[in-house]
């Protein structure tokens, strides 16, 4: 289970639904995770809970009062993130259902203590052959966004210190789509799923962690079309001044 000990504060607003945040015209997610409400930190200055705001209740948690990631009000457009340092601590839920769909705001920082690989993990979860993987080439300081999969070959590059609209889908086979902010891409992989005990955010329990901040992460339980991931990548493009 997460723990929570000592002073406990909580960043932003009480958790809303999709609907009353962003407008109707919004796909309904599984969850969905912003910083600008619902960050819980405890007396050591770590975030111990992260609260859905999709109104399902599916709230992040840490391992351990000393593990999980830290707040920052201003870091990405002057507005809230969680930021993971590249250690083994992430957030996670008990739950394996299949996502098929992530949409994510991000800024990569560019060193990582895995210098052999450099793999940053946005969000691992059970899906058809979906993790939506960050993964760094530290000698080329380029990254490659794109699924986790058995260490596949991902696509896409990736600037460090930018801030981005990342998102991935995906449905059966080793077929996954998705957009660079509002770019479409496409890739095939070769590798196959391997089946994950619980969803993890920042982490793997391969322990190839994030080092850097995600400011918004949505992921859904079925296929989203084109459409329905662009109306929230639309929305954070406008929000976090990416146009």
């Known amino acids: 289970m997460g723990y929570g000990f000592g002073n406990r504060i909580a960043v932003g607003r009480r958790p809303i639904t999709a609907v009353a945040q962003a407008g109707s015209s919004l796909a309904a997610p599984y969850a969905w995770w912003g910083?600008?409400?619902?960050?819980?930190?405890?007396?050591?200055?770590?975030?111990?809970?992260?609260?859905?705001?999709?109104?399902?209740?599916?709230?992040?948690?840490?391992?351990?009062?000393?593990?999980?990631?830290?707040?920052?009000?201003?870091?990405?457009?002057?507005?809230?993130?969680?930021?993971f340092d590249n250690t083994t601590s992430y957030l996670f839920l008990n739950d394996t259902t299949t996502l098929k769909s992530i949409v994510s705001v991000v800024r990569l920082d560019e060193y990582s203590l895995y210098g052999y690989s450099g793999a940053r993990t946005i969000i691992e979860a059970n899906g058809p052959n979906l993790y939506g993987v960050i993964y760094a080439d530290g000698k080329s300081g380029e990254g490659f966004w794109g699924s986790y999969l058995q260490y596949s070959v991902a696509f896409g590059q990736v600037e460090y210190s930018t801030n981005l609209v990342l998102s991935v889908k995906s449905d059966t086979g080793n077929q996954i789509t998705g957009f660079y902010n509002d770019t479409p891409y496409s890739q095939t992989l070769a590798s196959t799923f391997t089946s994950r005990d619980k969803i993890r955010v920042g982490g793997t329990q391969f322990s190839q962690p994030l080092f850097g901040y995600i400011a918004e992460l949505v992921v859904f339980d079925y296929l989203a079309t084109d459409e329905q991931m662009l109306g929230y990548i639309n929305l954070f493009i406008a929000k976090y001044g990416l146009a």
């Open 35 to 83: 910083a600008d409400s619902g960050v819980n930190i405890n007396e050591y200055g770590k975030i111990y809970q992260w609260n859905d705001k999709s109104g399902n209740g599916r709230n992040l948690i840490s391992e351990s009062q000393f593990t999980g990631p830290l707040y920052y009000a201003t870091a990405i457009d002057s507005q809230p993130a969680v930021y």
